[in-house]
C-alpha cells in the first residue's frame, strides 16, 4: 500500500486573537487492486489563546469575590451564610492592601472596605499584564514553529 501526506498549515496573530488552520489530505493507493481513497481533514481554530482565557478567568474570579465583598459590607449585610463565605474570601484577597486607605462607615454604620476597590484595580491591572506576556509568549512560540 502506497500512501501519500500533504499538509497545509496557515495562522494569525493579530494581537490577543489568533487563528489557525490545519488542512491535512492523505492518499492510500493499493497496488494490487489499484484502489485508492482520499482522506482530507481541515482544522480550524480562532479566539484567544488558551492561556489568556485561563489569567481571565482566574482574573473574574478574584474581582467578582472582591466586589462583592465590597458591596455587601456597604449594604449592611449579616455575617451569616454566604455573605460570610464573601466576607472570609474577601478578606483574604485584601489583605495585601488592608490599612493603605481607612475603613470608612456610609449609611446606618455600614462600612465602606476602600482595600476591596483597590484590590479589583491592582488584581485587573497584574491580570492585563499577564495575559499581554502570555500573549507574546505564545505569538513568539507560534512565529519560532512556522
Do not use: C
Not at 489530505?25 to 480550524?44: C, E, F, M, Y
Not at 482566574?58 to 466576607?87: K, M, R, S
Not at 479589583?120 to 507560534?142: C, E, F, P, Q, S
Amino acid at each position: 500500500m502506497t500512501d501519500m501526506q500533504t499538509q497545509d498549515r496557515a495562522g494569525t496573530n493579530a494581537g490577543p486573537n489568533q487563528s489557525r488552520v490545519n488542512r491535512t489530505t492523505q492518499t492510500n493507493a493499493d497496488p494490487v487492486t489499484g484502489t485508492s481513497t482520499r482522506l482530507s481533514t481541515t482544522r480550524a481554530w480562532s479566539g484567544r489563546a488558551p492561556g489568556v482565557e485561563f489569567v481571565w478567568l482566574i482574573a473574574g474570579i478574584v474581582i467578582a469575590f472582591l466586589a462583592l465583598d465590597f458591596v455587601l459590607h456597604a449594604a449592611g449585610a449579616n455575617d451569616v451564610g454566604f455573605a460570610a463565605f464573601v466576607f472570609s474570601v474577601g478578606k483574604v484577597l485584601a489583605a495585601p492592601f488592608a490599612g493603605i486607605f481607612k475603613t470608612t462607615y456610609a449609611a446606618r454604620s455600614n462600612l465602606v472596605i476602600w482595600a476591596d476597590v483597590l484590590g479589583v484595580v491592582i488584581y485587573a491591572l497584574g491580570a492585563a499584564v499577564i495575559a499581554k506576556v502570555v500573549t507574546m509568549a505564545m505569538a513568539r512560540n507560534a512565529t519560532s514553529t512556522n
